[in-house]
């Protein structure tokens, strides 16, 4: 993403909706009022100039997105929250990163289940409070954001599942990967389906 080749009205205009994908590099804790420390990791700043707008004028607008992995951290500090640099150094946390080996498939099997609001947006959608997912990420949400509701925690608190208060359209996000294996698992089809039904 380059911020000044890229307009968001322009993007709003072209593109029916959009997955905000994860990424190696982290959102950049200024964007949520903190100093860098080497617990952060890299940054992509070009990303944070498009997709932290983008993703206001979408919740905004209606138009449909599902955020993945760094893209749901994205929706958080979109909206007013902050994020963990490490989830595995804080007490009673697991370490939720990627294993260092391993095949893909080994990578990205399924590791922890997360459980849903009974009743809530992603209960109903599911058909089941509690799924199974894999686990990927080394930063997690400290606070959300004043609009951002939380529907679905790891064993260990962590957040996993997160939806926009009032948006008038899809703002479905989930810190696990649902792209792996999307056409085969039970969890991420549903997923994948109601955002292309939006």
Do not use: M, W
């Given at each position: 993403?380059?911020?000044?080749?890229?307009?968001?009205?322009?993007?709003?205009?072209h593109c029916a909706g959009f997955v905000f994908t994860g990424g190696r590099a982290n959102v950049h804790p200024e964007e949520y009022g903190e100093e860098a420390t080497d617990a952060h990791g890299d940054f992509d700043r070009n990303r944070d100039r498009v997709?932290?707008?983008?993703?206001?004028?979408?919740?905004?607008?209606?138009?449909?997105?599902?955020?993945?992995?760094r893209g749901f951290q994205e929706v958080n500090v979109a909206m007013g929250g902050?994020?963990?640099?490490?989830?595995?150094?804080?007490?009673?946390?697991?370490n939720h990163r990627m294993p260092p080996d391993g095949?893909?498939?080994?990578?990205f099997a399924l590791r922890h289940d997360v459980t849903f609001s009974e009743g809530g947006v992603f209960h109903q959608l599911m058909g089941r409070q509690?799924?199974?997912?894999?686990?990927l990420h080394g930063?997690?949400?400290?606070?959300?954001?004043?609009r951002v509701v939380v529907d679905g925690?790891?064993?260990d608190g962590t957040a996993e599942a997160l939806y926009i208060k009032d948006a008038p359209g899809f703002t479905l996000s989930v810190q696990w990967h649902p792209e792996w294996n999307a056409k085969n698992d039970n969890v991420s089809r549903p997923l994948f389906e109601a955002f292309g039904a939006a």
């Open positions: 993403a380059e911020p000044d080749k890229v307009r968001i009205e322009d993007l709003l205009a997709a932290l707008p983008l993703i206001r004028a979408l919740v905004e607008r209606g138009q449909p997105f599902l955020g993945i992995c902050t994020l963990y640099p490490e989830i595995r150094d804080l007490p009673g946390r697991d095949t893909l498939e080994e990578k509690s799924v199974p997912t894999n686990t930063q997690g949400i400290k606070t959300a954001g004043p925690h790891a064993p």
